[in-house]
């Protein structure tokens, strides 16, 4: 991941993602914010570090077992 830069006036969350296929997500989040990885997370049993990092999103997936199949289930942010 890259060091951190200003990201005043850069999308920090995707609300509309919500049920969106996790591919999908993945591919618009990475277009509108090129500086960040995108991290797959598990709502059922999803552990994240709480360390801030403003160049990773997290993208909250169910089903957890085939990630590549899944949906989002949780708003994906920037953390």
């Known amino acids: 991941m890259m060091a951190c830069t200003s990201t005043t ?5 995707w609300p509309e993602l919500l049920g969106v296929e996790a591919e999908a997500a993945k591919a618009l989040i990475e277009s509108e914010r090129s500086d ?4 797959y997370v598990s709502c059922a049993d999803g552990i994240i570090t709480h360390d801030f990092c403003c160049n990773r999103a997290w993208l909250w997936l169910d089903p957890p077992t085939h990630f590549h199949h ?7 942010k920037i953390g």
């Open 9 to 13: 006036g850069l999308k920090q969350s």
């Open 36 to 39: 960040v990885t995108v991290i």
């Open 70 to 76: 899944a949906k989002v289930c949780k708003e994906p």
